[in-house]
């Protein structure tokens, strides 16, 4: 059974400051994924990574940057966090290889940012 | 740009009926379409998926349908239940960019309420 797992359920961080997401799965998939989910806009990808120390950036990387050191943890980072990206932050992890093959998520981070 | 369009954004049927919801595509090269469903507070789960080398494909009360010509597909589900209210997501894989890999480019999502 693929795990997903993000470090944190809920967060409540200040403007300004620098917030930290994790993500780690333990299936060895290349492929993992960043998304923003507001109401009414879906799945927004925000970053992605098909490697180690690869990524590229999604629609909406504006704000953020990211972290691949390990094949299993792909982590979020806002560098300043303002109000603006108080949303519900999912990460996800497929195989990759030019295979279309299911993603699979975490549960999900909700950042508040105050 | 890749684009999903998902339609509609809210559908209220009567328990027992069936609901239908569509997504359109804009990259003729897309070869990959599944649809997620994530119920109240839990992650998004694969429920069904369809590949370009097919045109339709069942799976108990959900069946998803594939028009390449038209670039649109269909979520199907019969006989709905309590349990299928849940807002559904369509995607559309899209090609790599140089050295990268296929990426999937999410609808906006359906939120499916089902009446008793």
């Known amino acids: 059974d693929v795990k997903v797992t993000q470090s944190s359920r809920y967060l409540v961080k200040r403007t300004g400051e620098k917030v930290f997401l994790e993500c780690v799965q333990d299936m060895d998939h290349e492929n993992m994924f960043w998304y923003r989910q507001d109401p009414g806009l879906g799945l927004r990808l925000i970053y992605f990574s098909y490697d180690v120390k690869m990524k590229e950036k999604g629609d909406i990387p504006e704000g953020y940057s990211v972290s691949r050191e390990k094949k299993e943890r792909f982590s979020l980072i806002l560098e300043s966090a303002s109000t603006n990206q108080t949303s519900m932050y999912l990460c996800?992890?497929?195989?990759?290889?030019?295979?279309?093959?299911?993603?699979?998520f975490g549960q999900g981070t909700r950042l508040t940012v105050v | 740009g890749e684009n999903v369009e998902q339609h509609p954004s809210t559908l209220s049927v009567q328990e027992g009926d069936s609901a239908v919801i569509k997504c359109t595509y804009s990259d003729s090269a897309s070869n990959y379409f599944p649809w997620y469903k994530q119920e109240l507070g839990k992650r998004p789960q694969l429920i069904i998926d369809?590949?370009?080398n097919v045109g339709e494909k069942k799976d108990q009360r959900i069946a998803v349908t594939l028009n390449k010509t038209a670039k649109h597909f269909s979520l199907h589900i019969t006989e709905t239940q309590p349990e299928d209210s849940a807002v559904y997501f369509c995607?559309?894989?899209?090609?790599?960019?140089?050295?990268?890999?296929?990426?999937?480019?999410w609808g906006a999502g359906t939120k499916l309420i089902i009446k008793p």
């Open positions: 995607a559309a894989s899209f090609p790599p960019l140089m050295d990268s890999n296929y990426q999937l480019i």
């Open positions: 369809i590949r370009s």
């Open positions: 996800a992890s497929s195989l990759g290889a030019g295979v279309n093959t299911e993603a699979f």
